[in-house]
């Protein structure tokens, strides 16, 4: 029976972009660049070599987002997922993870899983909470944060490498996994693959779709509120001195009188 | 005064300082009733009462060791039904956050996670966040439900608070699903003798500029002369000259000591994503265009060869 692999994908602001908030105090997703969050990558990367090893797999990737989330979509595509499906509702609009993770859950069921996976966190919120969030929503064990992952058997087994330990994880399917930025490089699409995601299926489903009603997401459904940001004050010019030998000293002296020696 | 229920991170019943750090928080939005799990449970009372908790509720079942994370919700989530308390505070760790991340959704609230301050508000607790690579500060606060709320470390001062600290045991009856992920085997990580990254006063980190796995004795001298743990930037851990677990920044940890010091480090938007908000912060680059001298308050710039162990050395003779 073929593997059916669902892999969360968030559609980010680019880091190294000007990232702001918006006039309401959520994240401004239309005046900075966006892009499938590279923490991301990884979770589609662990998908294409589980799909490889696996008899029969189907990788679909899913995003909820604005429009240009499709953008995340095909670069995952053109990595190599077989299929997307993008969650986009106006009514979407400043979810928080509690709301992401009931419509993520959702469209997961809809969709049909036997393992999910997801990144270790996204780039953007980094919350790093999604996973667990959909492992308690769907009822499945969650084995997150993993460095390492495979899947024989229908077993979902990989390392968790912790403050205190590193534990060895095991849990049947379904399971929901999010694996970190150890578990290994992610591929680039090759010019074959991006070719080939033009043609690959792009489903898009709204709230309706998901039998959600507006108050449940968005702003109005949120369980948390964003009352001010402000930029932090750019920090104030430092002291900087060139070497001319006596540079460890000076920076001794300068230790010495913020009295850290 | 209203209950606020502080989840307890410990190893055999050491308390570790964030947890004492989210006493002083938990005080000044209500009482704190510790919540503490596992082996050694009970060992942590007297560091809790000491610190402001009312109240200890403890639990011990092999269940906590052998299976991830929902053996642990499952009794915080008794602890709440049993306590009904107006906040829930969890200690920052990655799995501190997927605990109260679960916990939020079962009894129905909001979450807010790595708060760096938290103070009371007339709808309930505020909590101070830093964003985007801590280039922006925001004000939150949970508008349905308990609040759950996780909290870095340093983001508040230990302070002593005697309070009863009663030990109670806690009924715990697992669910289901407690057992689904089963952790089949755990290598410790091997103590350094130097403090915790995320806990420490002082962090010394290491970047590509260090150049090699045995120069980095070069930056463990200097943090070991000034008390101070050891850090790295994800370009030394990719290279292996470095474990993961002393990476700094957005995918490892995130640090804010009294000071910073990065030597060979060029100050890339994802590393100070984790040591922006550190309170001094120095840099040692021989780029003098480097981004980390933007941040600094004190910048040599130079080859850190020459000026790390000099600056050692100095260190040395002026502690004696
Ligand atoms: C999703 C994502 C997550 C990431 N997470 C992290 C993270 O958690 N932490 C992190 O650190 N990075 C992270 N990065 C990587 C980050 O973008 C940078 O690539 C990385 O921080 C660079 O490390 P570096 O400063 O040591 O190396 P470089 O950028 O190569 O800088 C080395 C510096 O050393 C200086 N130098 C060289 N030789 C000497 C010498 N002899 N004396 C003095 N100075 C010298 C050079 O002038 C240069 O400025 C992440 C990237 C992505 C995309
Ligand atoms: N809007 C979203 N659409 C799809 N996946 C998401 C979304 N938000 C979060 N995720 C997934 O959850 C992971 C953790 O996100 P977070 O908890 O927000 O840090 C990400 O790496 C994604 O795999």
Same mark, same amino acid.
């Given at each position: $029976?073929?593997?059916?692999?669902?892999?969360t994908?968030?559609?980010?602001p680019?880091?190294t972009?000007?990232r702001?908030?918006a006039d309401?105090?959520?994240?401004?997703?239309?005046?900075?660049?966006?892009l499938?969050?590279?923490?991301d990558?990884y979770?589609?990367e662990?998908?294409?070599q589980?799909?490889?090893?696996?008899?029969?797999?189907e990788?679909?990737v899913?995003? +909820?987002?604005?429009e240009?989330?499709?953008?995340?979509?095909?670069?995952?595509?053109s990595?190599g997922?077989?299929?997307?499906?993008?969650?986009e509702?106006?009514?979407l609009?400043g979810?928080?993870?509690?709301?992401?993770?009931l419509?993520?859950?959702?469209?997961?069921?809809?969709?049909?899983y036997d393992l999910?996976i997801?990144? $270790?966190?996204?780039t953007?919120g980094?919350m790093? +909470?999604?996973p667990?969030l959909?492992?308690e929503?769907?009822?499945?064990?969650?084995?997150t944060?993993?460095?390492e992952v495979?899947?024989?058997d229908?077993?979902?087994?990989?390392?968790?490498?912790?403050d205190?330990?590193?534990e060895?994880?095991?849990a049947?399917?379904?399971?929901?996994v999010?694996?970190t930025?150890q578990s290994?490089?992610?591929?680039?699409?090759?010019?074959?693959g991006? $070719?080939?995601?033009k043609?690959?299926?792009?489903e898009?489903?709204?709230l309706s779709d998901l039998?959600?009603?507006?108050?449940?997401?968005?702003?109005?459904?949120?369980?948390?509120t964003?009352?001010?940001?402000?930029e932090?004050?750019?920090r104030t010019?430092?002291?900087?001195?060139?070497?001319?030998?006596?540079?460890?000293?000076q920076?001794a002296?300068f230790l010495a009188?913020q009295k850290?020696? | 005064?209203a209950?606020?229920?502080?989840?307890v991170?410990?190893v055999?019943?050491?308390?570790r300082?964030?947890?004492?750090?989210l006493?002083?928080l938990?005080?000044?939005i209500?009482?704190p009733?510790?919540?503490?799990?596992?082996a050694g449970?009970?060992?942590?009372a007297?560091a809790?009462?000491?610190?402001?908790?009312?109240?200890?509720l403890?639990?011990d079942?092999s269940e906590?060791?052998d299976?991830?994370?929902?053996?642990?919700?499952d009794?915080?989530?008794?602890?709440y039904?049993a306590?009904?308390p107006?906040?829930?505070?969890?200690?920052?760790?990655a799995?501190?956050k997927e605990?109260a991340?679960?916990?939020?959704v079962?009894?129905g609230?909001?979450?807010?996670?790595?708060?760096?301050?938290?103070e009371?508000?007339?709808?309930g607790?505020?909590?101070?966040?830093s964003?985007?690579?801590?280039?922006f500060?925001?004000?939150s606060?949970?508008t349905?439900?308990?609040?759950v709320?996780?909290?870095?470390?340093?983001?508040?001062a230990?302070e002593?608070?005697?309070?009863?600290?009663?030990?109670?045991?806690?009924n715990v009856?697992?669910?289901?699903?407690?057992?689904?992920?089963?952790v089949?085997g755990?290598t410790?990580r091997?103590?350094t003798?130097?403090?915790e990254?995320?806990?420490?006063?002082?962090?010394?980190s290491?970047?590509?500029?260090v150049?090699?796995?045995?120069n980095?004795?070069?930056i463990?001298a200097?943090?070991?002369?000034?008390g101070?743990?050891v850090?790295?930037s994800?370009?030394?851990?990719?290279?292996g000259?470095?474990?993961h677990?002393n990476?700094?920044?957005q995918t490892?940890?995130?640090?804010?000591?009294?000071l910073?010091?990065a030597?060979g480090?060029s100050?890339?938007i994802?590393?100070?994503a984790?040591?922006?908000?550190s309170k001094t912060?120095?840099?040692?680059?021989?780029d003098?265009?480097?981004?980390i001298?933007?941040l600094?308050?004190y910048g040599v710039?130079g080859?850190?060869?020459d000026?790390?162990p000099q600056?050692?050395e100095?260190?040395?003779?002026?502690?004696?």
């Open positions: $029976m073929s593997l059916r692999i669902v892999v994908v968030k559609y980010v680019d880091a972009g000007d702001h908030f309401d105090l959520t994240v401004d997703r239309d005046d900075v660049d966006g499938l969050s590279e923490l990558e979770a589609v662990q998908a294409l589980i799909a490889e090893e696996a008899d029969d797999a990788i679909t899913l995003t +909820v987002g604005p240009d989330a499709k953008d995340a979509l095909r670069k995952a595509l990595m997922a077989d299929k997307a499906v993008h969650v509702d106006d009514d609009h979810t928080d993870a509690i709301g992401t993770s419509v993520l859950a959702k469209a997961i069921e809809k969709a049909g999910v997801s990144g $270790m966190a996204s953007d980094t790093g +909470v999604v667990a959909l492992a929503r769907l009822g499945v064990p969650q084995v944060l993993l460095s495979s899947v024989e229908g077993v979902v087994k990989g390392r968790r490498d912790g205190t330990a590193s060895q994880l095991e049947s399917l379904p399971a929901v999010s694996v930025d290994g490089e992610a591929r680039y699409p090759s010019f074959k991006i $070719m080939a995601a043609k690959k299926p792009v898009s489903w709204d039998d959600l009603e507006a108050e449940e997401v968005g702003l109005e459904g949120a369980y948390t964003v009352d001010a940001a402000a932090r004050p750019a010019a430092g002291t900087i001195v060139k070497d001319e030998g006596e540079g460890g000293k920076l002296e009188g850290f020696i | 005064m209950e606020v229920l502080v989840y991170d410990h055999d019943g050491a308390v300082k964030p947890t004492l750090e006493l002083t938990a005080r000044r209500g009482e009733v510790a919540v503490a799990l596992g449970a009970e060992n942590t007297a809790l009462a000491e610190h402001g908790a009312v109240k200890v403890t639990h079942a906590y060791a299976y991830l994370v929902v053996p642990k919700v009794a915080l989530q008794a602890a039904e306590v009904s107006s906040a829930v505070l969890v200690p920052s760790s799995e501190g605990i991340a679960r916990l939020a079962r009894i609230s909001g979450i807010i996670t790595d708060a760096v301050d938290l009371a508000g007339d709808e607790p505020v909590a101070t966040q964003v985007f690579a801590a280039s500060t925001t004000k606060r949970i349905k439900g308990t609040p709320i996780t909290v870095k470390p340093n983001s508040a230990v002593a608070a005697p309070a009863d600290g009663a030990v109670e045991a806690l009856t697992f669910s289901e699903k407690a057992t689904g992920t089963k089949t755990r410790p091997e103590s003798g130097r403090p990254l995320t806990e420490a006063a002082i962090v010394v290491g970047g590509r500029g150049n090699g796995a045995e980095f004795a070069i463990e200097l943090a070991d002369s000034l101070a743990a850090g790295a994800r370009a030394a851990v990719d290279a000259w470095y474990p677990t990476q700094v920044g490892g940890k995130s640090v804010s000591p009294q910073y010091i030597s480090i100050g890339a994802q590393h100070r984790g040591m922006q908000t912060i120095v840099a040692i680059n021989k003098a265009e480097a981004p001298f933007d600094v308050d710039v080859d850190l060869f000026v790390v600056l050692t100095e260190v040395k003779a002026r502690k004696g």
